[in-house]
């Protein structure tokens, strides 16, 4: 897929309309390089990189909030954007060269609720539905949920600090090892349909290891047994000076069975706690999945499914298949997670009944025993005895939830590796290595090319903290400086397409790049004299004064702005001139 046209319209007018072209499109200022006053900076440049990425799927926040805050929106694009209902088109297709290419159009705008615009092709999608829909156009065929449709196109879409300052790792901070394997091998054809079961069971068992943790705050499992041991000991010498006194049958009686209750007592109330924070752990998890999910308009979605299988060759899959595979692999996934939770509310609740039954006969034998003679005689030892009870019953408990912690954490230890044992095979790996080998022919060319270097990819397999076993796909290329680093991204991405393209692999074909300044001049003239001789598109917002000669051309120029024309057409108030527009 190509960027045909970016347009930014309001009801009444159209502010921008964007035509893109194969090979170098160039975003810069035409602030006059002799006024010391006024800068290329704050006109909008790299807004146009974020409008396509909001298009696909990107946060509308990014547009109007400053990227290193956070917080601080700019108030002045954030409300001409929402009062003026700015609806922002996007057309994608299949080709700049011919006029019944298939195409993608993509329309949103800024607002909420019921005013809120966003529609594939005329068709209005929920956030699901969206990503489901726009995943099913430009990469039939996927689809598992993971990677993500924003994942498999990051490299494409480069205005972060992380995706502008790291080849590989370009995803959030929060990103695990795990998430980067399996999109990495989806991205090199490394068919591997288990991520998803993978990284469940990493989630499952991440849960159990934080509730293992959070179980043994203050001591160990080892400690608890030991202190259990201890406690044993202390009631059993305690009921030996208990046995001393001469104590009628009736009170022998009612004294042991106040004892055993105070123990049952103390290990449901942790029972209790236990299991409601088990529960409370799969409620949480649950509500996360459950609010992802959207009921899909089967009969709608039918038509655009036909008409995207007359225009693409080789789907196999009917659309009721594919949406019946998304829904039960939702559903699998909250029955899943949800199995345990019916009978954790059933045992809570009887567990509850029970415990409230002895507080009742506590209560009972409590004023029976108070009226004994032996009951001041026998205080001391039996205040013991009812704390060392108390103890024996929280330890027990305590012991008891680790033993079922250690067992699930086996349980899903055993079914990972079921899936280590595929993933890790001699097969499987023996395919990652041909995949990264073709992928570095490129990679190696295009970076001689530049540099007159062999940049490389490769790959490791690691065991992490936790003894699992993960594909981790890194750089070798080393003492990159930051313009270096750059074409090191750029050649990068550029060789992914042609291996893409190779490998008969959908891919996008343009890549969006922001600061491209910090590339030398030959650097980056070379790379946009290769993606013109090639079928790539690549973008760049720069500012015009560190535009070298050879690229000062009006033909790869699609939007001009300045201080007096900047992207939106809206001059900043005074207070805000020194905040940055996005």
Known sequence: MFLKTLIIASESEIIRKISFRKGINLIIDETPSGNKQLTGNNVGKTTVLKLVDFCLGGDSKNIYIDPETKRNEYTLVKDFLINNKVLITLILTDSLDRDDAKEIVIEKNFLARKEKIQKINGEKLTDDEFFSKLSSLIFPGHYTEKPTFKQIVSHNIRYTDESINNTLRILNKYTTDAEYETLYLFLFGCQFDKGNSKQEILLKLKQEYNYKSRMEDKQTKTAYMVALSLINSEIEELEKQKNTFNVNENFEADLEKLNNIKYQKSKTSSEISRLTIRKNLIIEAEEGLRASKEEIDLKQLELIYKQAISHVDGIQKTFDELVQYHNQMLDEKVKFITRELPELTNNIKAKEEYLNKLLAEEHSLSAIIAQTDFFKNLENIITQLNEKFRKKGEYENIIQQLNEIENNIKEYNKELEKIDKELFSDEFEKTVKIQIDKFNKHFASISNNLYR???????????????????????????????????EISCFDIAYILFADDEDMPCLHFILNDKKELMHDNQLVRIAEFVNQHNIQFVSSMLKDKLPEELNNEDYFIVKLSQENKLFRIEPLEEFENLLLL
């Open 453 to 487: 270097e062999q940049y490389a990819l490769k790959y490791d397999i690691i065991t992490n903290k936790k003894n699992q076993r993960l594909y981790k796909f890194s750089t070798f290329n080393t003492n990159l400086s930051s313009g270096k680093k750059q074409g």
